[in-house]
């Protein structure tokens, strides 16, 4: 019993770790995959696989960016209640601001379907 179980252990762990100091040195799956990964053309399919375009949930830039249109809706609603209030003209420069948000606020909505869940 105990000399089946270090054959298969054994097994196991020749399979799972390729760098195994009983073989001598030959390349590992890893070196072999490398070099055919290199040789390999990339086609635009490869590319175009739905892996690459998923938004993680930790992803660090989507924080920095939720952050962001927290602070936007926060100068939205500011906003759209000082100009019924008070009915003030807006400027270039607002209205300037005013777009970079309608902006900001379309990104958000193009970004929401490619989310992990």
Request: glycine fraction near 6%; hydrophobic fraction near 35%.
């Amino acid at each position: 019993m105990i000399g089946k179980t270090n054959e298969t252990t054994q097994f196991y762990k020749k399979d799972i770790c390729c760098n195994s100091d009983d073989e001598g040195g030959g390349d590992s799956d890893t070196e072999k995959d490398k070099a055919q990964t290199k040789d390999k053309k990339v086609s635009l399919r490869d590319y175009l696989r739905p892996e690459n375009f998923i938004i993680g949930l930790d992803s660090q830039w989507k924080t920095i960016f939720d952050t962001s249109i927290l602070l936007v809706i926060g100068y939205s609603c500011f906003t759209t209640v000082l100009y019924i209030s008070f009915e003030i003209q807006t400027g270039p420069f607002l209205t300037f601001i005013d777009h970079i948000v309608l902006t900001g606020f379309a990104l958000d909505f193009f970004f929401q379907f490619f989310m992990e869940f």
